[in-house]
T-cell receptor
Framework: DAKTTQPPSMDCAEGRAANLPCNHS???????VYWYRQIHSQGPQYIIH?????ETNEMASLIITEDRKSSTLILPHATLRDTAVYYC????WGGGADGLTFGKGTHLIIQP | GAGVSQSPRYKVAKRGQDVALRCDPI?????LFWYQQALGQGPEFLTY????????KSGLPSDRFFAERPEGSVSTLKIQRTQQEDSAVYLC?????????????FGPGTRLTVT
């Protein structure tokens, strides 16, 4: 799986949009971008994934650049409960048949 | 429905003791994964089961680590002769391959402290 690069930490004010960047310059054509987050003392939680089109669900939006070398996870109206470590993972969509390769992620802190 | 559960949530072991960590996956999930998460790090893959078959154990750090899933449901991760470097959170995840988003559902983890 391709390697990803994320900033170690970010702050965001409550109620504002949180934009979390991820670089994946070596991504292959059949690899998807997945985002998970891990709230303190919990297991990681799936957020969203995409191949090349922008995606949106009830939790977040995912913007993937045209060359697919980077992406941005957007939490439109951040709340204190969104404070967590966010992991950007690139993987082939194997339907869950392979282990995930996590990096160190971005520690997002939502400020009241 | 019930998510992935793990027990115990916390385990303290003296160096040299054997420990067994249990994972109950989501009912019907074929795939089961174990991860190790050291303090301040992201989870690292240990091993993967498809039903009762252990298809990948490339991440197990030593032969002291052993995992099983004899009936294709509950899984146990066993660590023999624990060492201080084994102190970590052990996460279990399950998924249903070939469907939906391919996401893995994680349990809350077992925090192992070796003294």
């Amino acid at each position: 799986d391709a390697k990803t690069t994320q900033p170690p930490s970010m702050d965001c004010a409550e109620g504002r949009a949180a934009n979390l960047p991820c670089n994946h310059s070596t991504i292959s054509g059949n690899e998807y971008v997945y985002w998970y987050r891990q709230i303190h003392s919990q297991g990681p939680q799936y957020i969203i994934h995409g191949l090349k089109n922008n995606e949106t669900n009830e939790m977040a939006s995912l913007i993937i650049t045209e060359d697919r070398k980077s992406s941005t996870l957007i939490l439109p109206h951040a709340t204190l409960r969104d404070t967590a470590v966010y992991y950007c993972i690139v993987r082939v969509w194997g339907g869950g048949a392979d282990g995930l390769t996590f990096g160190k992620g971005t520690h997002l802190i939502i400020q009241p | 429905g019930a998510g992935v559960s793990q027990s115990p949530r916390y385990k303290v072991a003296k160096r040299g003791q054997d420990v067994a960590l249990r994972c109950d996956p989501i009912s019907g999930h074929v795939s089961l994964f174990w991860y190790q998460q050291a303090l301040g790090q992201g989870p690292e893959f240990l091993t993967y089961f498809q039903n009762e078959a252990q298809l990948d154990k490339s991440g197990l750090p030593s032969d002291r680590f052993f995992a099983e899933r004899p009936e294709g449901s509950v899984s146990t991760l066993k660590i023999q002769r624990t060492q201080q470097e084994d102190s970590a959170v052990y996460l279990c995840a399950s998924s249903l391959p070939g469907t939906g988003t391919g996401e893995q559902y994680f349990g809350p983890g077992t925090r192992l402290t070796v003294t």
